[in-house]
């Protein structure tokens, strides 16, 4: 079906009295007194079109094989329909099976399974009233993300994902090789040294911001933490931005401007799936979206948001205390109690932050900026860059960086900086924002995690 | 520098004697008699800001460092230029330098580099003429195809890149682990098996396929194929839609859209590049690309393919015989000699064709595509897949692949199949085809290939 007018999405919009052909997969099934309704969906849109057939139009051999989980093409008349839950419906007059599905096998039964069953059959749970809705909220999300960057003249840069460098030193990597398991010579490796799968775009980013002033990256980063939660993955999608002659509070803004933006375009163009989220997932999805994409986001230090902690008179599971990182506990009471809305921290302890991010005049806090949002904490992190040569090399030097790796990002610096800036989104944190799903699993198509890449 | 509005290239769109404030990197200065010419570049646009500098009004301790290279903010009012090669200037009233770039040492001076040498300063040569034009036009086509896809309610997909299954056995992949080297146990890696690096994403687009109809992946792609060519990347990019409901004819129709569509986009939106590739780089280009989305592409069969090779009275180096797969030469004949526009080939023999495509009721073919361009050859391939279980699961037994491996996607065959088809489209080859680029590792910001991993 490569015409674009012919999904069950649009046949919604056509007028009573249409002939109209649908294609897609039962969802659900039922008889009664020689009427079958059908529930149809093609994963256009969340609302099936109910078929409504009589048994003496169809023949039995087609009808007996059009149940749950079948594919199958449907032609007939829109009419009003008398039952509750929709205002149309297909009266068949042809139908034609696909693909049957038995229903003594078929996995994907109505109703009651649990997320870690339908992981285990991610290949059917996209058929699913949820992961319908998961999946086309997170097409929605990645084309408002370009489209944001797209209209503000940034230039989209697809950094390696194969990196000789560990970048930042951010964390256990990947390695990448072609030799096999035993006893290696890296010289003989496939690109005659180490190598590994990128946990950032960020530093090619900056090479490119110093070229097209706005640029921003997005596609798979990797991290091999052994952590088995519900918020990791070895495997995930970043958003990365980087500015030229932008400092941090152009940094702040754009930032602001992103997240009520990307926002703002799900909930336009996702309602019905989100409604969805709202009542069957957590019902203060819808609110707490309504609310981030009108308002004006609050603006603390680290060390202002240090002194609301300390007297909160909160017993704090961690102590918050200046030159600690602030916790997903404090972030909370930030956003939640504190404020009511997002809060963009910036200027963080030096020694807390990664190596790149530009040392204020006080010799001890840097620019950086976390973006704190009620019922997730920390959404967004960036920073503005250092800039001076001289300031970063040292810094190289005292973390005891390989300065060699950095000769070229040192280049930046050394010939035509300028001051710059940017920051990272987690696609699947920023997923889990907007659905209320609570497993990072249950919002990639085929999640990677420790002991397991199905599929 | 946030604001949307404060490009180079809309300075050009403003009027004169206006005050405008311009950011960017000198790219070459001279100087005549007390006044100094800039051509500034911010890289939003080919056409450089010329700016020009009274001795008198500008310091010399900022004017001084103000040289190739150098990052800098003009400040002054927009004249018409007196010169040839553009029609407004920037008259300075104030300069301030960010970045100096030390000319004895900056290693991106005027002309006359090698493409070679500039690879080695791959985050320096994107601030060349020619660099700037390449990644403009990387990004334009990129955005193009998401905005083709999405206008027509396609669904994008990430599909995973760390994969436990070699796919179609497509040939050699990059082995991804934590372990260290030495003698290895898969049960003990991070996933507790052996994982590549995937080839494609084809064969999980076709599960979401199966869901929302009408879907495409874009992003990279590997290949750990030992090839030091102009042609070869171990890391790409790779654009592959996959349709439900959706034969061999769609396909076609589909394909022939979409080249048409990203090639006018592309000439719509970046003119001035393509017009500098067109005069430096190869005169054919535009010709060929305005050709190209102006014509109705032919289609033949591979038979009638072969035998207009075996008439054509040509000594081939490869001969032209049924069953041989078509080589570079046959399909430059068959697009630049016989039809003299791009033309798509279908039905090739199934031995030389991947297991999953539909095979045809001769038992010998398989609805199989290639998309043949004059100048390039094979820009696109693709097929109908085969959707029948029993055939399927028959020739994944005969070509002797894992059937294990294969289950999830049989369980498609098994459970609401549909017929079904897509293709894929390499984006660097797009990218050559679009900017007349020799050497496929000038087309992306940091190529891979053996031996050579920078950045």
């Given at each position: 079906?490569?015409?674009?007018?012919?999904?069950?999405?649009?046949?919604?919009?056509?007028?009573?009295?249409?002939?109209?052909?649908?294609?897609?997969?039962?969802?659900?099934?039922?008889?009664?007194?020689?009427?079958?309704?059908?529930?149809?969906?093609?994963?256009?849109?969340?609302?099936?079109?109910?078929?409504?057939?009589?048994?003496?139009?169809?023949?039995?051999?087609?009808?007996?094989?059009?149940?749950?989980?079948?594919?199958?093409?449907?032609?007939?008349?829109?009419?009003?329909?008398?039952?509750?839950?929709?205002?149309?419906?297909?009266?068949?007059?042809?139908?034609?099976?696909?693909?049957?599905?038995?229903?003594?096998?078929?996995?994907?039964?109505?109703?009651?399974?649990?997320?870690?069953?339908?992981?285990?059959?991610?290949?059917?749970?996209?058929?699913?009233?949820?992961?319908?809705?998961?999946?086309?909220?997170?097409?929605?999300?990645?084309?408002?993300?370009?489209?944001?960057?797209?209209?503000?003249?940034?230039?989209?840069?697809?950094?390696?994902?194969?990196?000789?460098?560990?970048?930042?030193?951010?964390?256990?990597?990947f390695r990448v090789t072609t030799l096999p398991p035993g006893p290696a010579n890296p010289a003989e490796d496939f690109f005659g040294r180490n190598t590994y799968l990128a946990v950032s775009g960020q530093l090619e980013a900056e090479i490119f911001a110093l070229a097209f002033t706005n640029v921003y990256t997005f596609g798979p980063t990797?991290?091999?933490?052994?952590?088995?939660?519900?918020?990791?993955?070895?495997?995930?999608?970043?958003?990365?931005?980087?500015?030229?002659?932008?400092?941090?509070?152009?940094?702040?803004?754009?930032?602001?401007?992103?997240?009520?933006?990307?926002?703002?375009?799900?909930?336009?163009?996702?309602?019905?799936?989100?409604?969805?989220?709202?009542?069957?997932?957590?019902?203060?999805?819808?609110?707490?979206?309504?609310?981030?994409?009108?308002?004006?986001?609050?603006?603390?230090?680290?060390?202002?948001?240090?002194?609301?902690?300390?007297?909160?008179?909160?017993?704090?599971?961690?102590?918050?205390?200046?030159?600690?990182?602030?916790?997903?506990?404090?972030?909370?009471?930030?956003?939640?109690?504190?404020?009511?809305?997002?809060?963009?921290?910036?200027?963080?302890?030096?020694?807390?932050?990664?190596?790149?991010?530009?040392?204020?005049?006080?010799?001890?806090?840097?620019?950086?900026?976390?973006?704190?949002?009620?019922?997730?904490?920390?959404?967004?992190?960036?920073?503005?860059?250092?800039?001076?040569?001289?300031?970063?090399?040292?810094?190289?030097?005292?973390?005891?960086?390989?300065?060699?790796?950095?000769?070229?990002?040192?280049?930046?610096?050394?010939?035509?900086?300028?001051?710059?800036?940017?920051?990272?989104?987690?696609?699947?944190?920023?997923?889990?924002?907007?659905?209320?799903?609570?497993?990072?699993?249950?919002?990639?198509?085929?999640p990677r995690t420790p002991g397991s890449a199905e599929f």
């Amino acid at each position: 079906m490569i015409d674009p007018t012919a999904y069950i999405r649009d046949i919604f919009t056509k007028p009573l009295g249409a002939q109209v052909t649908a294609h897609g997969w039962v969802k659900t099934r039922r008889d009664s007194k020689g009427i079958h309704f059908i529930q149809l969906n093609d994963g256009s849109t969340f609302q099936d079109l109910q078929v409504v057939i009589e048994s003496a139009i169809i023949p039995e051999s087609a009808l007996s094989q059009a149940t749950n989980g079948a594919c199958v093409r449907v032609t007939g008349e829109l009419i009003a329909s008398p039952g509750s839950g929709q205002s149309v419906e297909l009266k068949a007059s042809e139908l034609q099976v696909y693909g049957p599905a038995d229903p003594a096998t078929y996995p994907l039964q109505k109703k009651g399974h649990t997320m870690e069953f339908l992981r285990e059959i991610a290949h059917l749970r996209v058929r699913s009233n949820t992961f319908g809705a998961v999946f086309r909220v997170r097409n929605a999300l990645s084309f408002a993300i370009h489209k944001f960057f797209q209209d503000r003249g940034f230039l989209y840069v697809h950094t390696p994902l194969i990196t000789a460098s560990d970048a930042e030193g951010a964390g256990a990597m990947f390695r990448v090789t072609t030799l096999p398991p035993g006893p290696a010579n890296p010289a003989e490796d496939f690109f005659g040294r180490n190598t590994y799968l990128a946990v950032s775009g960020q530093l090619e980013a900056e090479i490119f911001a110093l070229a097209f002033t706005n640029v921003y990256t997005f596609g798979p980063t990797f991290r091999a933490e052994n952590s088995n939660t519900p918020r990791h993955l070895a495997e995930f999608w970043m958003v990365e931005p980087e500015m030229a002659f932008c400092d941090l509070d152009g940094n702040r803004k754009l930032a602001e401007e992103f997240l009520k933006s990307i926002i703002g375009y799900v909930l336009d163009h996702c309602r019905p799936d989100l409604e969805f989220f709202n009542k069957r997932i957590d019902n203060t999805v819808l609110a707490t979206l309504e609310h981030v994409a009108a308002s004006a986001f609050e603006h603390v230090t680290y060390t202002e948001a240090v002194a609301l902690l300390e007297k909160s008179g909160r017993a704090w599971e961690f102590p918050a205390h200046w030159g600690a990182d602030l916790q997903s506990e404090h972030e909370r009471y930030l956003t939640e109690e504190v404020f009511k809305k997002p809060v963009i921290v910036t200027d963080y302890p030096a020694e807390i932050k990664a190596f790149y991010m530009r040392l204020n005049d006080d010799g001890k806090t840097v620019r950086a900026m976390d973006v704190l949002a009620p019922r997730i904490g920390e959404i967004i992190g960036g920073s503005q860059r250092e800039e001076r040569y001289d300031v970063l090399s040292e810094k190289i030097r005292a973390k005891g960086l390989p300065e060699e790796s950095y000769k070229w990002y040192l280049d930046l610096r050394k010939y035509g900086t300028a001051p710059h800036a940017g920051f990272g989104l987690g696609l699947e944190r920023m997923m889990m924002y907007l659905t209320g799903m609570k497993n990072i699993r249950d919002v990639i198509p085929f999640p990677r995690t420790p002991g397991s890449a199905e599929f």
